[in-house]
């Protein structure tokens, strides 16, 4: 059985205090105290009451403000529980499990595994942005994922979408990484409007074929400017990115605070993934690389309950992972549901 997903509130504000280092920090002492950033997205949800424990499993993107990725998360900073407020009351009471009051949280078990210790391989559709603005910025942008390319692994695979007016699938998905590297300079040149919205959906249609039990998938999307084609609309891309599992991070290269950038920073916030601000094409490389960082460094939670003790069906429920310092919540990320 299955929960079914009313949003994709996915969200964290955290200042951690204790035990977690940044990827490009790990040789240095443990930050004292950071903002992080966590999102992700939910994989497989078994939920059965025949059975005495039902699960669900997370994918989660944990990350400092600036985008670096938190590489030392341990399971015994981790608590996860389902949190909904009884409509009529419960006969169901256990107090190591549901806890009193108006507002009810069965605790789950959960256990962490690594990105490395998965087995997995990365998939990204790289989408970039070649309009009319782009003059003189394309270098750097095309070095960028360049660069992202070399840091490839064997059997890691990827995709190559250039846009502009028209959307142009310059590389199919492929493991090939020599092939990708030349696709990042390939077909290099104006063309014209911005169809952003557009292409993010084709990569994300083009990203459903793969195998998500294989690959840790993305959509990894570039623009300096906001969708001028409406080929697709941000609830198209939200919705398909939501019903397939597949995070859409985002990078802005535009004005702070402007339409287009929101619309960027909501499609990555709702589908799981993160938004990266660039101040400037000289950035790009440095951005990309974190965000490779963040899909090599991701986390597999899954997170056991007790069969018995679950929510009725059609109890609205949230469903919680809080990751914790010595002395306090560190961050928190929640989904909301429906419980069957």
């Keep these: 059985m299955k929960l079914f997903r009313v949003s994709a509130a996915l969200f964290a504000v955290a200042v951690l205090s204790a035990g977690l280092q940044s990827c490009e920090n790990v040789n240095d002492p443990v930050i004292p105290s950071i903002d992080l950033k966590v999102n992700g997205v939910i994989d497989t949800i078994e939920f059965n009451r025949g059975l005495e424990e039902s699960q669900l499993t997370l994918t989660m993107f944990l990350s400092d403000q600036e985008g670096r990725a938190i590489t030392d998360l341990r399971e015994n900073k981790l608590r996860a529980y389902l949190e909904w407020i009884p409509t009529g009351g419960t006969t169901k009471q256990q107090s190591d499990i549901i806890l009193g009051g108006a507002v009810k949280q069965l ?195 899954t997170v056991y309950w007790k069969s018995a003790f679950l929510p009725a069906a059609g109890t609205p429920v949230s469903f919680v992972v809080e990751v914790l310092s010595d002395i306090d919540v560190a961050a928190k990320f929640r989904e909301d549901l429906i419980m069957p």
């Excluded at 910025?137 to 660069?147: K, P, Y």
């Excluded at 990042?184 to 919205?197: E, H, I, P, Q, V």
């Design 107 to 301: 605790r789950g078990r959960p256990e962490l595994q690594t990105f490395s210790g998965s087995g997995q391989n990365i998939a990204v559709s790289n989408v970039m942005d070649y309009s009319g603005s782009m003059a003189g910025r394309i270098g750097d942008m095309e070095n960028a994922v360049e660069a992202f390319f070399r840091n490839y692994e064997s059997g890691d695979a990827a995709e190559v979408i250039k846009f502009g007016t028209n959307i142009d699938v310059v590389q199919a998905y492929t493991t090939n990484k020599s092939l990708l590297l030349n696709a990042a300079k390939a077909s290099s040149f104006d063309r014209g409007w911005t169809n952003l919205f557009g292409s993010i959906y084709q990569g994300l249609l083009n990203t459903t074929a793969i195998d998500r039990t294989s690959f840790n998938r993305a959509v990894l999307a570039f623009t300096d400017g906001e969708d001028t084609q409406g080929a697709a609309s941000k609830a198209d891309i939200i919705a398909l990115a939501q019903a397939e599992r597949i995070p859409v991070f985002t990078i802005g290269l535009l004005d702070k605070g402007s339409a287009g950038e929101q619309d960027l920073i909501q499609i990555a916030d709702e589908t799981g993934g993160f938004y990266y601000y660039s101040p400037g094409s000289d950035r790009l490389e440095e951005i990309y690389q974190r965000i490779s960082g963040n899909l090599r460094n991701s986390y597999q939670i």
